[in-house]
């Protein structure tokens, strides 16, 4: 997918978002919008004519967390086709199967590397024939 691509982005880590984002954008072809927790996202979901190509959902959020999210986002029919990817800390295939199984695309692991973030999102919403 060399052509822009619009990504939704939450995680309430300020530093890690702030990481992302600069890398994400640093891509050029990626229009980002980047949140601080999962209720936000859904929040943007909801803007009059915002739909992403891709939502990164980071796992661990205080209140609504990525799981919950996407659960959020699935139980809406305008949304509910939109590929998500989870971005998380919990690396082991177990944890990392149950995130695919809750409907996720594909997931990122926590510490990424910020140049190879671009690249991770594009190759997973390719795969995902999004």
Do not use: C
Not at 52 to 66: F, N
Not at 87 to 114: C, M, N, S, W, Y
């Amino acid at each position: 997918m060399s052509g822009g691509l619009t990504v939704l982005y939450a995680d309430d880590e300020p530093d890690i978002r702030e990481v992302a984002s600069i890398a994400l954008e640093l891509d050029g072809g990626i229009n980002l919008t980047a949140v601080g927790s999962g209720q936000e996202a859904i929040e943007a979901l909801e803007r009059p004519g915002y739909r992403p190509d891709v939502i990164m959902l980071d796992v661990m959020m205080p209140g609504m967390d990525g799981p919950a999210a996407l659960a959020e986002i699935r139980r809406r029919p305008m949304l509910a086709d939109i590929p998500v990817v989870f971005i998380t800390a919990r690396a082991q295939a177990h944890e990392q199967a149950r995130f695919l199984e809750l409907g996720a695309v594909g997931v990122i692991t926590k510490p990424f590397d910020p140049l190879a973030l671009a690249g991770e999102l594009r190759a997973i919403v390719t795969r995902a024939g999004a």
